[in-house]
């Protein structure tokens, strides 16, 4: 196993901060991937790792992400949803790197939902 280097673990640090920041109320943004074997075998993994290439680009610090399992939709895998603070969640479906790029910059950065992508919101209401 490489040694770690000093960027290495500021880069732990950063992400353990985001972690901690969403326990205690401070995360903007959450960001769930649906990491059940449904979503893995559908292609979860690209789609956490697009993700967090997102996020390290925006350099946003607001923003945390973390998985969950299946949600009961193995058939619309890979699915994320997007939880902005005092709004209701979006679940997005059929995902791709591509798109979950594009949810990133308009949904998670800018605020305004991707309904080509998106299955529903909150718990009840489709679009």
Known sequence: MP???IEDLDRIS?????????????GRVRITVHMGTCGISAGA???????LRCLEKSKATDVVVTTTGCAGLCSREPMITVE???QAPVKYVD???KKTSRIFEEHVLK???VKDYALAVGSEQTL
């Not at 993994?45 to 993700?51: G, L």
């Open 84 to 86: 902005v603070r005092d």
């Open 95 to 97: 995902l791709d790197e």
């Open 111 to 113: 605020g305004t939902v």
């Open 14 to 26: 950063q992400q353990q901060k985001r972690s901690m920041s969403l326990r205690e109320g401070a």
């Open 45 to 51: 993994r690209k789609i956490m790792a697009e993700v």
């Open 3 to 5: 040694k770690l280097k």
